[in-house]
């Protein structure tokens, strides 16, 4: 396939994209929506191949292409979520949500189990999630809590807490988790009133992206020095390095990783897993 000169970047990457997907995995919808990086990885590689040209005004200004190399294969995030010791009640609450409206939101399997691992290492008793949708990582956090631990789990969707809240049950996690229904901010700031500066080990933030600066400020007052701040979708499938990529919700994650670098307030360390995660220790 060749699409050459006229066609704009997002017209070409949704077209190739789209013949990358791979419903039939036994991850596929959430891969679909959540190994953006890799698919740009693969887009690269077919633009390299010859696969497709971009357009001229374009490529002029393009650093050159990563070599083609075994992140290009899908096989590797097949491999990587196959060695996922995911619990049956996060597959459950998985599956059903894959059968949902906006089901790529959920984080994947290996997202969710590092963020575990990171409650575990850091030995965490008091969390935050501000985006819970269905509960995924709300789930997988509050399954490796102490009992006395407690996450304040944020989100403005009733529907989707309603979901989120069966799981919890299930999983018995309910005495863990203060479901907080209502705008993100509101809570946070309301958490700031009643005394909570401080007083969290670690923070989840996983809602409207435009939003992250605020978020992130009164994130970094309710976390303790220490404290971990970890932010989602930070590559923004894969487009915050395709500079062709100007709309307005890639441009405010670019300038936030961007800000966060700079950040003299915490430790920072973006990781490529999912569809990016950023880690900010608040020093
Ligand atoms: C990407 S999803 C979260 C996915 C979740 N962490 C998981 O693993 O399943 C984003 C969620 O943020 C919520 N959200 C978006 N804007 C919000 C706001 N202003 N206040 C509260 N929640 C918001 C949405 O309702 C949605 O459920």
């Given amino acids: 396939m060749a699409i ?12 190739v994209l789209s013949g990358l997907r791979n419903p ?40 050159a292409p990563p070599k083609a190399n075994e992140l290009c ?19 459950n609450l998985r599956e059903e949500t894959n059968k949902m409206h906006g089901s790529g939101m959920q984080v994947t399997p290996d997202q969710g189990q590092f963020l575990a691992m990171l409650v575990q290492l850091m030995g965490a008793e008091r969390c935050i999630e501000v985006g819970v949708f ?45 479901v907080r229904l209502g705008m993100a901010i509101d809570t946070l700031n309301e ?42 979708n930070v590559l923004w499938h894969g487009t915050v390095a395709d500079p062709l990529v100007v709309d307005k919700r890639t441009q405010s994650i670019r300038d936030f990783n961007d800000f966060l670098l700079r950040d003299s307030r915490i430790d920072y360390n973006l990781v490529s897993i999912g569809d990016g995660m950023s880690l900010c220790r608040k020093r």
Avoid at 43 to 62: D, T, V, Y
Avoid at 195 to 210: E, H, I, S, V
């Fill in 73 to 91: 294969d899908s096989r590797v995030i097949q491999y990587v979520q196959a060695q996922v010791r995911e619990p049956e009640i996060l597959r």
């Fill in 24 to 63: 039939g995995t036994p991850f596929g919808r959430v891969q679909v929506a959540k190994c953006g990086q890799q698919r740009f990885h693969k887009l690269q590689c077919f633009a390299e191949q010859g696969h497709i040209e971009q357009p001229k005004s374009a490529r002029a200004n393009l650093p």
């Fill in 191 to 232: 958490l700031l009133e009643h005394g909570g500066a401080g007083r969290y080990d670690l923070a989840f933030l996983d809602a409207d992206k435009m939003m992250y600066p605020q978020y992130y400020e009164l994130l970094l007052q309710l976390v303790r020095p220490g404290g971990l701040i970890v932010v989602d």
């Fill in 134 to 178: 269905t509960g995924y990582s709300s789930l997988a956090v509050a399954l490796v809590l102490p009992d006395s631990g407690c996450l304040v789990a944020c989100d403005r969707s009733e529907a989707s807490l309603a979901v989120a809240q069966k799981y919890f049950k299930l999983g018995g996690v309910s005495h863990k988790v203060s």
């Fill in 4 to 15: 050459v000169g006229t066609a704009n970047a997002c017209l070409w990457r949704g077209i």
